[in-house]
């Protein structure tokens, strides 16, 4: 999946300053997040998948589909929980980079291929996609494309 060059907007120099600049907003609103958790006694960071699984004894489903998923449904992560905050904030600077080429290819005329989700009672962990998922967020979006694997 690289980035088409024949057109100036389709480089991630082209949108290097404006993902810039969002992802610092993104890490102001990481920041304000992961205080006002800690003020309420709230978890901060997403949750980890192996430990949903476990508290509910969960097993792989059959069922793989494709759908529109809105991002406030997703909550957790199965590898990268420590790389945003619950709400898919950046929670360091040293994903900026890879932030950025995300930012760039949301912009693309192509877009990006659909994230992968594991669906637990109707909340979503991110298998595959989490700068997508956070990119997504940045641009205002409600929604993104997935496929989708039911845990039960």
Do not use: C
């Amino acid at each position: 999946m690289t980035l088409q060059t024949d057109r100036p907007w389709n480089t991630t120099a082209f949108w290097s300053e404006p993902a810039e600049q969002s992802f610092t907003a993104m890490r102001r609103k990481a920041r304000r997040q992961v205080w006002r958790d800690r003020l309420h006694g709230r978890r901060s960071t997403l949750v980890p998948f192996d430990e949903a699984a476990g508290r509910l004894g969960l097993l792989p489903g059959s069922d793989v589909h494709a759908a529109t998923v809105r991002l406030d449904l997703i909550v957790g992560s199965v590898a990268k929980d420590g790389l945003f905050t619950r709400g898919f904030y950046p929670a360091t600077t040293r994903i900026l980079g890879r932030w950025k080429r995300a930012y760039a290819r949301a912009h693309h005329l192509a877009g990006y291929d659909p994230v992968e989700l594991y669906e637990v009672a109707g909340r979503y962990f991110v298998v595959d996609g989490h700068f997508r998922v956070s990119v997504a967020r940045a641009l205002g979006s409600d929604t993104i494309e997935a496929t989708v694997r039911r845990w039960a």
